[in-house]
């Protein structure tokens, strides 16, 4: 089976990796499993498909770029300037994401578990926004004045015979089985909406769906499928915290799998990014070279964060550089090559007990070109 790590598409907020790292934890996660599996660097994948964005696009001051326009440039200006991925960019409302999209939709549509049905949904009077349930305001235009209005929508039903989530999404070994996620992601309502009404995305109007697109939490998955057909990779495993996990994985039941491909989940930590400054006695202590400690933020803690699955608390970074800098120390001159096809091993079912192991991490650091601090340090 060829695998391919891909991170959880990113949201293009308003942050540049300097400032919030911890944005790219997914991202140098994946990038540090396809060193260690010997595959090529993967795309980094952006979700820009969001009301934010439309917003942000629609209240721009000078002269209008097309919206994909704008949002590469957003994104162009989250690298450190001359800078961009070697596996390149690819968004979700990119057209061959939007290709594959339409696809599995079609697909979906022949196997019934999508329907094209009549709904009735509060949309914002004002501005046709769909606002959702609960009488707020409309988050597109700030109107109160919303009404019941009737129309075609793209709706999936949920599989009846399998849970929303189950051991086969989820890439991590046995013990690690996401118990708490597996529960609250099956409290989802029986039938979903996946049509929205947004300015930017895979557009439904091939469906005759028109003016509305596809919920953005479905199409990252069809974003991370699209990556990995690219590079004919069979097993797509999509980094992403066990939140924003619980936020998609209903809506995205359906596309999971498509003409050979799977996609499964690979569940990471938040790390404590802020707090790297409380280690610079230890970095004297241990005379640590610039490329050292990029290795430590960049390479090793993203690895941890897949083993430690919640946050990593700031108090656990100074044991955690110790681990690392010993591991450093006690590099064999030549890896060796069996361990080496262990940990490779490891890392293609999930299983992370090698990176607390000084030892087998040593021998990782021997290996030439799998410590990988990305051709884009970010
Ligand atoms: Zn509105």
Not at 176 to 192: D, E, F, I, M, S
Not at 237 to 250: G, Q, R, S
Request: hydrophobic share 40%.
């Amino acid at each position: 089976m060829r695998h391919l790590f891909l991170n959880g598409p990113v949201q293009n907020g308003p942050f540049t990796f300097t400032t919030r790292p911890g944005k790219a934890v997914g991202i140098r996660l994946a990038a540090a499993l396809n060193a260690i599996l010997g595959l090529p660097p993967a795309p980094h994948l952006w979700n820009t498909v969001t009301l934010a964005g439309d917003l942000r696009h629609r209240e721009a001051d000078g002269p209008k770029s097309p919206r994909q326009r704008f949002e590469a440039d957003l994104i162009a200006d989250k690298y450190p300037p001359g800078q961009s991925p070697a596996g390149g960019i690819m968004t979700d409302a990119d057209a061959e994401v939007a290709g594959l999209a339409l696809e599995m939709i079609e697909n979906n549509l022949r196997a019934g578990t999508l329907t094209i049905s009549r709904e009735t949904v509060p949309t914002c009077r004002a501005c046709g926004h769909m606002t959702g349930t609960g009488g707020h305001p409309c988050n597109a235009c700030g109107s109160t004045d919303t009404q019941e209005r009737t129309g075609l929508h793209l709706v999936a039903e949920l599989a009846k015979n399998r849970p929303v989530l189950d051991r086969s999404d989820i890439h991590a070994s046995h013990r690690q089985q996401p118990k708490h996620l597996q529960h609250t992601a099956g409290n989802v309502a029986q039938r979903l909406i996946l049509s929205r009404t947004r300015d930017h995305g895979i557009d439904l109007s091939p469906l005759g769906l028109n003016d509305l697109v596809l919920d953005p939490r479905a199409g990252i998955h069809a974003t991370v499928l699209a990556a990995a057909r690219k590079q004919q990779a069979d097993l797509a495993v999509m980094t992403i915290t066990e939140n924003a996990a619980n936020h998609i994985v209903a809506h995205g039941q359906h596309f999971r799998e498509h003409d050979g491909t799977r996609l499964q989940y690979a569940l990471h930590g938040h790390l404590p990014y802020d707090h790297m400054a409380s280690l610079g006695s230890l970095h004297e202590a241990y005379r640590a070279t610039q490329a050292i400690t990029d290795g430590f933020e960049q390479w090793f803690l993203p690895l941890f964060s897949l083993k430690a699955k919640t946050a990593t608390r700031p108090d656990q970074l100074p044991g955690l550089f110790k681990h690392y800098m010993r591991a450093h120390l006690a590099q064999p001159a030549e890896a060796n090559e069996a361990a080496l096809k262990a940990v490779q091993y490891s890392a293609s079912v999930g299983d992370t007990d090698w990176i607390t192991s000084k030892q087998t991490l040593a021998n990782v650091l021997a290996a030439r070109g799998i410590v990988s601090v990305s051709a884009v340090e970010i």
